[in-house]
């Protein structure tokens, strides 16, 4: 456990739900980002919920309290190598996670996520909490 870590939505939508093993997990990490894709992800589910402005709320509170990573020039060329790595073997992933595999490989960040696709990423560390 390298002790930072990048947060998938999958993960922030458990900790959202009070999911104690995250809280747990998240206590004992040294240091913790969220990429911007995420937000937006996150931000899109609430506008199409029955209750988006508690849902915007809730986002708004844990994106003020958190260490936002956003994409760059750099963030591009990784995320250009992994869609061209992936495509030669003809395993595609979802665009969003592309990005946010991008941002951890550039980091250095372990993602955690419960996605299995990631596993497909060469270089980059994984962990599902």
Request: proline letters at 2%.
């Amino acid at each position: 456990m390298s002790g930072r870590y990048l947060l998938d939505t999958n993960v922030i939508i458990a900790l959202f739900a009070r999911e104690t093993s995250i809280a747990h997990q998240l206590e004992q990490a040294q240091e913790v980002f969220v990429p911007s894709i995420a937000l937006g992800e996150l931000y899109y589910g609430a506008y199409k919920s029955g209750r988006a402005a508690q849902n915007l709320a809730k986002i708004d509170e844990f994106a003020a309290s958190s260490s936002i990573l956003s994409c760059s020039a750099e963030t591009a060329q990784e995320y250009g190598l992994i869609k061209d790595a992936l495509h030669a073997r003809g395993k595609p992933i979802p665009e969003n996670d592309l990005w946010i595999a991008a941002i951890a490989r550039q980091y250095d960040l372990v993602l955690v996520t419960r996605d299995t696709h990631f596993d497909a990423i060469d270089d980059l560390g994984r962990e599902a909490w």
